[in-house]
Structures are given as structure tokens and as C-alpha cells.
């Protein structure tokens, strides 16, 4: 069965306190992995796509990876306005499978 | 770009009233997708559109959810009667459909439905 799942569930750092989101998966044939940023009161906003293990894409304070089980989104020396709920989903034919998030507060 | 409109933004309602959710895909997408969020269920599919044709509603709850897309350039999304576990926040996100980055999802602000 497809499925992704995502850790911690909620995460407090410091702001400047680098760290990482999980996102651990089981799909038949991926073909693509999507990290989303969700703000209170918003759509989920588009963030990064991988394809490949090995695979690693960067945006500001962002850094996104892949491996073939699971990936991982990397905040390096996070501001309090990176405060949000990142989302992971995986693609599988024509839909996205989506992991319940991690909620990420950055303490001034 | 616009992005992905969505109206009404916040909808109250009592049971049993009907409720109409409406969406404008990005000018040039193909695909169509309604989700449902809730703190409990989190992001759920409930019906996906290609070309305007409906290919899988197998996420729509019962039969008091309805979708239409009668042109490429508007979705809606029906509840009738409305009850009050209906109360969530109804996403529209719309896709190029084909392969490499252009099969990204693009959401829209969402509709936040509460059901009195």
C-alpha cells in the first residue's frame, strides 16, 4: 500500500538552529517526491519536486534530498518567518499520497 | 499568473442548506483536483478531472457531494444537503498535465466551510 509518513510531528527550534524534516514512503514506482509549505489560513504552497535518489534541490534556507526510502528537508539556520506546516507527498499515477506534515514554530 | 481562485473564501451555513464551492484553474492546466483538509483526516482527494472530465470521484464522501467542470476555466464543487461534518477547508488545485516539472499541483487560498 502507498503511504508516506512524516517526522517529527511538530518541531520548536531557535531561530538559527539548523535542522531536518523527515518524509519516509512506500510506493510502487515513484514518480516524483513534493515538499509543500502550508501557512495558517492557506493553500499549500509548492516548494520543490525530486525525481532520483540522490537527487537534491536548494531555495533559500532549503535544502531538499532523496534517497530510494525516504527524504529529507533541510533548514539551515532558520528565521521565525519559516514558521509553517511543511507537507511531503509522493506521486502515484495521477495522484499525490500525503503525509500528515510537520509543524514547524522558530522561536525569535 | 492569478494562480488558483477560489470563492467563496469562508462559507456559514446551517444543516441541510446547499453549499456551492467555486474554482478557477490556472489558464493553460488541464488537470483539475478537489481536496478536503481536517485536522483529523488531513489533506484527502475528492475528485480529480482531466480535460474537464471527471476520471475518479471514488473520494467523494456520498452521494451529497457533486463536482462539475463544464469548461476548463471553472470547477464547482456541490454539498446537499450540507451537514455538520462537512465543516473543513476545501482546497482547488490545478495541473499541467504531462511529464517533468510541469506535473506539480498549484493550490488554491481554499474555502473554509462551517456547517452550523
Known amino acids: 500500500e502507498d503511504q508516506v509518513t512524516q517526522s517529527p510531528e511538530a518541531l520548536r527550534l531557535q531561530e538559527g538552529e539548523s535542522s531536518s524534516l523527515n518524509c519516509s514512503y512506500t510506493v510502487s514506482g515513484l514518480r516524483g517526491l513534493f515538499w509543500y509549505r502550508q501557512d495558517p489560513g492557506k493553500g499549500p504552497e509548492f516548494l520543490f519536486t525530486l525525481y532520483s535518489a540522490g537527487e537534491e534541490k536548494e531555495k533559500e534556507r532549503l535544502k531538499a534530498t532523496l534517497t530510494k526510502k525516504e527524504s529529507f528537508l533541510h533548514i539551515t539556520a532558520p528565521k521565525p518567518e519559516d514558521s509553517a506546516t511543511y507537507l511531503c507527498a509522493v506521486q502515484a499515477g495521477y495522484q499525490l499520497i500525503w503525509g500528515a506534515g510537520t509543524k514547524l514554530i522558530i522561536k525569535p | 499568473d492569478a494562480g488558483v481562485i477560489q470563492s467563496p473564501r469562508h462559507e456559514v451555513t446551517e444543516m441541510g442548506q446547499e453549499v456551492t464551492l467555486r474554482c478557477k484553474p490556472i489558464?493553460?492546466?488541464?488537470?483539475l483536483f478537489w481536496y478536503r483538509q481536517t485536522m483529523m483526516r488531513g489533506l484527502e482527494l475528492l475528485i480529480y478531472?482531466?480535460?474537464?472530465?471527471?476520471?475518479?470521484d471514488s473520494g467523494m464522501p456520498e452521494d451529497r457531494f457533486s463536482a462539475k467542470m463544464p469548461n476548463a476555466s471553472f470547477s464547482t464543487l456541490k454539498i446537499q444537503p450540507s451537514e455538520p461534518r462537512d465543516s473543513a477547508v476545501y482546497f482547488c488545485?490545478?495541473?499541467?498535465?504531462?511529464?517533468?516539472?510541469?506535473?506539480?499541483?498549484?493550490f488554491g487560498p481554499g474555502t473554509r466551510l462551517t456547517v452550523l
Open positions: 488545485a490545478s495541473r499541467r498535465t504531462s511529464g517533468g516539472e510541469t506535473d506539480t499541483q498549484y
Open positions: 478531472f482531466n480535460n474537464n472530465v471527471p476520471i475518479d
Open positions: 489558464s493553460g492546466h488541464n488537470s
